[in-house]
């Protein structure tokens, strides 16, 4: 019995909360996300509520979301598009500087969906980012005809591409790679360049899922090699990237 509930209680503690008595847990899908402070008053409730269960509990770290709000979240996010960058605005009003751990929460079922939300946090509304929410849309279709690489191909593109920067946190790298897809579908179909593979603007597409991008002309985020090493700034958006740059190892625990 104390196996089941300590189950539970990983499983979904906002749930066990709210079946204990310890408080009423407002499911995401009731809020009025038209009245004015709603969905902030909301969030702020929330965070609350799932930060003092994971105190109470002794877990990890906090659960924000019930499983079936992750699941409605994780599915706009990874069919992109405009309710795609729309759920990028909701997690941001609702959960604040706590917005990355919500995306940490759904990365699991929305995997580029949520490393783009992260991209859009981090460094804007960049190109990639506009691209990559337009072509997860686009391979969402049924009737899609894909023109990224297979997985053998993607891994020998990436490999050229980060070198040993993200050999700590290969799962962060699979993200990357879908995105990248997704940024290259995009431009591909876009520029009318579907019949021939173009490895250099994969290789791009990458760079900018892994937080590449411009600001008055000067290149920001991604990764750079330094010194004779690989080093990441994935998620230190403001680095020069031809300034020294964080190692990989330090912003490893934010991927």
């Known amino acids: 019995m104390l196996a089941k509930a300590q189950s539970e209680v990983k499983r979904n503690p906002l749930a066990w909360e709210g ?14 996300l038209g009245q004015d402070g709603a969905l902030e008053a909301w969030g702020h409730e929330r965070r609350a509520q799932a930060e003092e269960a994971a105190r109470r509990h002794g877990l990890g770290r906090p659960q924000y979301l019930e499983p079936v709000e992750q699941r409605a979240l994780a599915k706009r996010f990874e069919q992109g598009g405009q309710q795609g960058l729309e759920a990028v605005t909701l997690v941001r009003r609702a959960f604040g500087d706590a917005a990355p751990e919500v995306m940490r929460e759904l990365g699991k079922e929305a995997p580029a969906g949520t490393l783009l939300a992260d991209l859009a946090i981090k460094t804007g509304t960049t190109p990639a980012v506009l691209d ?54 995009r431009r591909a179909y876009r520029d009318g ?34 010194g004779g090493g690989w080093f990441s700034g994935v998620n230190v ?7 020294f740059v964080v190692p990989f190892r330090q912003v490893c625990s934010l991927a």
Do not use: C
């Open 19 to 32: 079946r204990t008595g310890m408080g009423s847990v407002v499911p995401l899908g009731s809020i009025n």
């Open 132 to 185: 990559g929410a337009e072509g997860l849309h686009i391979k969402a279709q049924k009737d899609h005809k894909h023109v990224s690489p297979d997985a053998t191909k993607s891994k020998l593109y990436a490999d050229e591409v980060v070198g040993a920067a993200l050999g700590q946190n290969p799962g962060y790298l699979d993200r990357a790679t879908k995105l990248a897809d997704a940024i290259y579908e």
């Open 193 to 226: 360049k579907i019949e021939a593979f173009d490895d250099k603007a994969w290789k791009q597409a990458l760079r900018e899922a892994l937080g590449e991008h411009e600001v008055g002309g000067r290149k920001y985020g991604g990764v750079a090699k330094v």
């Open 237 to 243: 958006a403001n680095f020069f990237s031809h300034d």
